[in-house]
Each structure stands twice: as structure tokens, then as C-alpha cells.
């Protein structure tokens, strides 16, 4: 799947093609490269982000190349390793190309996959780089504690569901919204949230709120940014903390959305706080300790979309930016 040029607005499925080259896969002499066969590819939404001529001078990514195949986190296995830690047959996860099959020349820098009585395409969400990133905004930067009212954005969504699941298990109070009713009904009959609302059916985001949190919210996890940011500032409680994950209502834009209620940062005294999951990886196998129990018990539930074959993956990515996808939204490339 390759990007055809770089993106300013809104990415559209035309901005990528599928096309078939025919190169003989080899780990180069003296090389620690290996050659996978990737299984499951991720869609994130920092992808749109990599979409972008130029990245700030702060940015965390790298542009994209266009007339080159796309690459992200994906699920794969090692069809021929140069590296001592791995052999023909290993599962891994970690960065990829979208492409059948891959040359990767850091597989340090790869995750190898223990655990496979769950699905593998949980390593690109639930037990992936999403996964990590709801364990450690969660752990990490809301110190959450029990009973807090907790309000969560793109709630439906790769990392919100766990969120707001791992929220629950603490017996905090947990309201999500989302872009449609399906996801509304998700939220509240599988996921186990308090309450959920459909942000596009509320003219009044501010009104929305109040009505859910009457007494105001403690921690909000902000996945999307603009308006709801706005109207959260005025519904947070003294002393509330803001984990800021990510703003992807910005992503396709020019020019972001100017802000009307930051003086209530300083009115309530809120906390805000943004981070980046790369600095935690770390942390993974701490949260795999966490997570994979309370899945066997089933304590976690996850929602998944998987589109089939790469032909579908332009049409998967550019989903993230609509309502299109109910749950972390996979590409599956092969069974195995
Ligand atoms: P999701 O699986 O939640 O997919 C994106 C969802 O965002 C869409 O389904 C849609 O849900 C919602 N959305 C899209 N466009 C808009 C918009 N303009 N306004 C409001 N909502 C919108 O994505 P993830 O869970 O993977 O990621 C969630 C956020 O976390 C993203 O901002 C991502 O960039 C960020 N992130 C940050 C990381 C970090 O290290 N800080 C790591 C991983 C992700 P709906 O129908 O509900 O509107």
C-alpha cells in the first residue's frame, strides 16, 4: 500500500494505491535483518499525521515517503532471521510495511508474541501499542482513584475502550461519547460504561456534559480535542486532571480551532498533561502481567473491526476520521 503524495486536508482512499512488485526477499550477508510475513496491520491515527510534507520541529514523527509502502504496527511472522533472538516461525509485533512481506533491519526493536491463545490481531490494539497507551495514560497520568467521575472521548475506539474498562474495574464512575448510536449501545451494553451519548446529536456539548456529570468531572482522557476540549474546560471539577492522548479532530486540519474557556485551567485549577506512548514501551511487560488475566476471566471485553486483504487497508485508514470504524480497526493481510 503505497502513499501516493504527501496530504494537507482530509486523507482520502486515492491518496494511496495497491500495487504488486514482485522483489525476492533475502537477509542481507552479515546481516541482523529478518524477513517477516505480516499477518495484521494496524490503523492508527498518527498515520495521517506521517501523511504531512513536513513534521514540527518537535514532532515525535517522520514523514512518511511517497512511491513508498506505507509503514506502522502490524502483527508478523519471521519467515528467515539474521538476528540471534529470533528464528523462523516467531510472532512478533511492532513496526512493519503494508505489504505482504517485509525486510526489517531492527527487529530489536520488535515485541515477540508469548501469549497466543488470544487473537493475534490483538497485538495491534488491546495487547499493542494501544493497549499500552490506555495502561499508561490511565496508570501513569490521571492517577485515577476509585469513585472518581471519569469522562473519556472517541470512548468506542482502539485505546477509549480500555479506558474506560480499566476505569470500571476500579470502580470509578465512567461516561464516553462516540460518533453514533451503534457505538452509544456498545458503550453501555458490552463495554460496561455508566452512560454514553452520541457527541453529534448535541447541539450543546456543554449542556451534554452537565447532564452527565452533574457534579463535574475529575479525569477526563482527551483523545479528540476542539469543541469537546472546550466544553470540558467548563465542566471540570477543582483539582481535575486532563490526560491529553490524542487530538484527532486536528489531524486533517490547517489551521486548529482557537480555544473561548482556558481560563477555567486556572478557575479549577486543572492539571493537563500530555504524553507520548513510545516513551513507556518499557512498561509492557508489566501491563501484559495486568491485562492478560483479566482477559482469560474475561474481565476485559474488546471490539474489533478487521477489514480483509490489503486492498481494503486506504479505505480502513481513512475510516479513523469518520465514524466508520466500531473498535480498534485492524487490517488482516494473511492467517498465517
Ligand atoms: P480510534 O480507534 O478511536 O479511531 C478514531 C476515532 O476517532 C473514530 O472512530 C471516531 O470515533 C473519532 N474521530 C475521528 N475524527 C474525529 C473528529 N474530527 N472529532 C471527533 N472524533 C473523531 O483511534 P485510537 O483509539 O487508536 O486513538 C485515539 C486517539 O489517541 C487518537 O487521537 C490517537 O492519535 C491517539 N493516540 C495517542 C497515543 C499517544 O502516545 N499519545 C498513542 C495512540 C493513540 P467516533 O465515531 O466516536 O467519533
Keep these: 500500500v503505497v502513499l501516493k503524495n504527501y ?33 495484521y496491520l494496524s490503523c492508527d491515527a498518527y498515520l495521517r499525521i506521517r501523511m504531512d510534507r513536513t513534521q514540527p520541529p518537535n514532532s515525535v514523527f517522520t514523514s ?4 513508498s509502502p506505507l509503514n506502522g504496527f502490524g502483527v508478523a511472522k519471521i519467515l528467515e532471521s539474521g538476528h540471534p533472538e529470533f528464528k523462523e516461525g516467531d510472532l512478533v509485533w511492532g513496526t512493519t510495511g ?11 526493536q520488535l515485541f515477540k508474541i508469548h501469549h497466543t491463545d488470544v487473537p493475534l490481531s490483538y497485538y495491534t490494539g488491546l495487547l499493542g501499542m494501544p493497549g499500552i497507551t490506555a ?7 490521571c492517577s485515577l482513584k476509585k469513585g472518581d467521575y471519569v469522562f473519556i472521548s472517541a470512548a468506542a475506539g482502539a485505546v477509549g475502550q480500555l479506558v474506560g474498562q480499566f476505569a470500571k474495574l476500579m470502580g470509578c464512575y465512567v461516561v464516553g461519547s462516540v460518533g453514533s448510536k451503534e457505538k452509544v449501545d456498545l458503550l453501555k451494553n458490552k463495554l460496561g460504561f455508566d ?23 475529575d479525569i477526563y482522557f482527551e483523545n479528540v480535542g476542539g469543541k469537546m476540549l472546550d466544553a470540558v474546560l467548563l465542566n471540570m471539577r477543582r483539582h481535575g486532571r ?52 483479566y482477559i482469560r476471566e474475561g474481565k476485559i471485553v474488546y471490539l474489533e473491526d478487521i477489514a480483509e486483504g490489503l486492498e481494503s487497508a486506504p479505505a480502513a ?20
Aim: hydrophobic share 45%; charged share 25%.
Design 7 to 39: 496530504v494537507s486536508e482530509k486523507a482520502e482512499e486515492s491518496d494511496m494505491h495497491v500495487t504488486v512488485s514482485t522483489l525476492k526477499l533475502k537477509v542481507p550477508q552479515d546481516s541482523k535483518a529478518v524477513v517477516v510475513k505480516n499477518l
Design 64 to 67: 512518511l515517503t511517497p512511491g
Design 98 to 108: 503494508w505489504e505482504d512481506y517485509s525486510i526489517i533491519t531492527e527487529p530489536e
Design 135 to 141: 495502561f499508561v495514560g490511565f496508570h501513569e497520568i
Design 195 to 217: 452512560e454514553a451519548f452520541n457527541y453529534r446529536d448535541e447541539p450543546d456539548l456543554e449542556a451534554a456534559l452537565k447532564r452527565y456529570f452533574p457534579e463535574g468531572i
Design 242 to 293: 486532563i490526560a491529553v492522548c490524542g487530538l484527532i479532530s486536528y489531524y486533517s486540519l490547517k489551521q486548529p480551532q482557537d480555544f473561548s474557556n482556558l481560563v477555567s485551567i486556572i478557575y479549577n485549577r486543572i492539571r493537563i498533561e500530555g504524553f507520548v506512548v513510545f516513551d513507556y514501551f518499557h512498561l509492557y511487560p508489566k501491563f501484559l502481567d495486568m491485562v492478560i488475566p
Design 317 to 336: 485508514l481513512v475510516g479513523l476520521f469518520s465514524v466508520r470504524n466500531v473498535g480498534k480497526q485492524v487490517v488482516l493481510v494473511a492467517y498465517e
